[in-house]
């Protein structure tokens, strides 16, 4: 398997313009994460999908973002419009299950808003 | 507030060494704690995950312990290896809910 797959890997973007980060889990995983890590606040969880249905978004710092997961292959993760303080970088996990499962975690995206 | 605290913020060992990070925790009730492993540049890795019945769980080098009365959790990495420099995050989970708190993470060093 080849594991979590994000995209893009690296993102450097204008304040004011929109930003979509995508993540494709493993296959046979029900369950799907997107962190947000930055060197003052470290990982934080942004929102959790359980079989494609966003459980919890109280991690969404605001309204500018937002999460959909169309089909248990594919989720994105969108910035608009995107601020320099939303600089950082983003993963996408998947799991089995809950938090009592494993999550794998992908590459990251590291996203810089300028 | 469920918190998770990690000491120390950093290390630097000698290859060779051993090493030990701590890890406290307030989350309540409890779930498991796993400990992960962060090269520079990619996404966590779990090195363990023990539930509140496991008090000693290895990977390698890498042994983790939990004590679930005294809610503290240690990771010691033996006879270190230059690829064992990284960050080490502490990540507790909630049985209430799926909820985890991360710790800030401990960043060793390991130096030739």
């Known amino acids: 398997d080849a594991g979590v797959i994000q995209s893009p890997r690296h993102e450097v973007t204008e304040m004011g313009q929109e930003v979509t980060l995508r993540c494709k889990p493993i296959?046979?995983?029900?369950?799907l994460f997107w962190y947000r890590q930055t060197m003052m606040r470290g990982l934080e969880l942004l929102i959790y999908?359980?079989?494609?249905?966003?459980?919890?978004d109280s991690g969404m710092p605001e309204d500018r973002f937002s999460a959909k997961m169309p089909n248990a292959s594919f989720s994105t993760l969108k910035i608009q419009p995107s601020e320099p303080r939303d600089s950082a970088v983003y993963f996408c996990a998947s799991s089995l299950g809950r938090t009592e499962y494993e999550q794998y975690f992908g590459p990251g995206t590291r996203l810089t808003v300028t | 507030k469920n918190q998770v605290e990690q000491s120390p913020q950093s290390l630097i060992i000698l290859e060779g060494k051993n090493c030990t990070l701590q890890?406290?925790?307030?989350?309540?009730?409890?779930?498991?704690l796993r400990w992960y492993k962060q090269d520079t540049g990619r996404g966590p890795v779990s090195l363990t995950i023990?539930?509140?019945?496991?008090n000693t769980k290895s990977n390698g080098r890498y042994t983790a312990t939990l004590d679930a009365d005294t809610k503290q959790s240690s990771l010691h990495i033996t006879a270190s290896q230059l690829s064992d420099s990284a960050s080490y995050i502490c990540?507790?989970?909630?049985?209430?809910?799926?909820?985890?708190?991360f710790g800030a993470g401990t960043t060793v060093t390991v130096r030739a």
């Open positions: 296959s046979g995983h029900n369950s």
């Open positions: 023990m539930t509140f019945s496991e």
């Open positions: 999908f359980n079989n494609n249905v966003p459980i919890d």
């Open positions: 990540v507790v989970s909630c049985s209430n809910d799926y909820k985890l708190s």
């Open positions: 890890c406290n925790y307030t989350v309540s009730p409890f779930s498991n």
